[in-house]
């Protein structure tokens, strides 16, 4: 269970939300909706712990997340706008870097299935600064493969993503919610998922 | 511990693919130093007194010049936030990201200084001396180094913000590890330098990754 309790955020002198309220039970899924700037980003930042709220609590299953780190950073995983990728390394050393550093050890086998998962057979070798936005969002999302974790935290992840691939990922979201698991997504498309709640800033 | 090891062999697999920014600092170091013999002219006596001196700020250069990049990939591809967010201490992965740069920016520096000591006429065990002190002094330079890195993250014009802020800090440093080449010179007993230089390291090692880990969840803001 993952809810946030009067929860307020500012940038700089502008108060980006206040008041905001959910509550999600395993197997549901949180749509934030909202303009540019309208604080999509803060807020998911905020839920994780990234920036620090101005006013209210996130609490995940009955803990507060800003007392009980340790338990919730290994129940979440993020995919910020960002991604985090080496372009100097290839995909599957970026993974297997990437999940050592997050305390999960991954062989090869593993590494490689999640990457052909993601549709890139083929691609595993090469430096990631040759792939495509595309391809490279799509080794991002292979961590959500590998990474064990009830709760996804996940920042417009299917920017840059082609049909198949918003169609992959929706399955792979809607999967993670059947087996119980929780996730909250902000995004402009519509996501043919059910259980899900909707959050206008 | 085990985090610490991956990361610091995360930062050497990603040097070994840019080995140019390596490189750079250490040609740096070489050329700075082989001026003032140039420069001077052959004066064996004047060399051999300046000789600690220019290796050892030569050295905090070299150290400078690596500083600014040392979180800032890190930072602008979002590597830094994964880490933060990781359910590892981040404490111990900053750690292995500072031992890492010691291992490619300070120890080299450490192998160099007596072929470099030549130039200055430097001898037997004043380069003992001298390698002893850099030994000790540029894991210092390391962790000093990097709370200015963490603090300068991100703002603009940090480079030369992180000069301003760091070089008065190496002066400590500077002035022992210096110091103990002359010292042995002088015939003293050169314990004490060392001694001062590695209580600082010693302090500097415990404090510094808490000091930067606290720079750099500011910085993420």
Known sequence: ?201 | MNTLLVSLRRDLLLAGRRRSEVLTALFFFVVVVSLFPLGIGPEPALLRRIGPGVLWVAALLATLLGLPRLFAADHADGTLEQMALSSQPFVLQLAGKVAAHWLLCGLPLVLLAPVLGLQFGLEGDALVVLMLSLLIGTPLLSLIGAIGAALTLGVRGGGVLLSLLVLPLFIPALVFGAGSVEAQAAGLSVRGHLSVLGAMLALAAFFSPWATTASLRIAME
């Not at chain 1, 490279?136 to 417009?156: F, I």
Request: charged share 25%; net charge negative.
């Open chain 1, 1 to 201: 269970m993952f809810t946030a309790t009067d929860l307020a955020c500012s940038r700089g002198e502008r108060r980006l939300f206040e008041g905001l309220n959910f509550s999600l039970e395993p197997g549901e899924w949180l749509h934030v909706k909202g303009e540019n700037g309208a604080g999509k980003t803060t807020l998911l930042r905020t839920l994780i712990g990234l920036s620090p709220a101005d006013e209210g609590e996130v609490r995940w299953r009955g803990a507060d997340t800003r007392e009980d780190t340790d338990d919730y950073r290994r129940a979440f995983v993020y995919l910020g706008h960002q991604s985090a990728l080496k372009e100097e390394l290839t995909p599957i050393e970026n993974l297997r870097l990437t999940l050592a550093l997050d305390g999960f050890a991954a062989d090869d086998e593993h590494l490689l299935d999640a990457l052909r998962r993601m549709g890139l057979r083929g691609r595993e070798n090469l430096p990631a600064r040759v792939l495509s936005a595309g391809q490279k969002r799509r080794v991002l999302l292979a961590r959500l493969l590998l990474r064990p974790a009830d709760l996804w935290v996940l920042d417009e992840p299917f920017n840059a993503l082609d049909a198949a691939g918003i169609a992959l990922l929706c399955t792979m979201i809607g999967g993670h919610l059947d087996v119980g698991g929780i996730a909250v997504v902000t995004s402009h498309q519509v996501i043919p998922l059910p259980r899900g709640q909707e959050l206008a800033l």
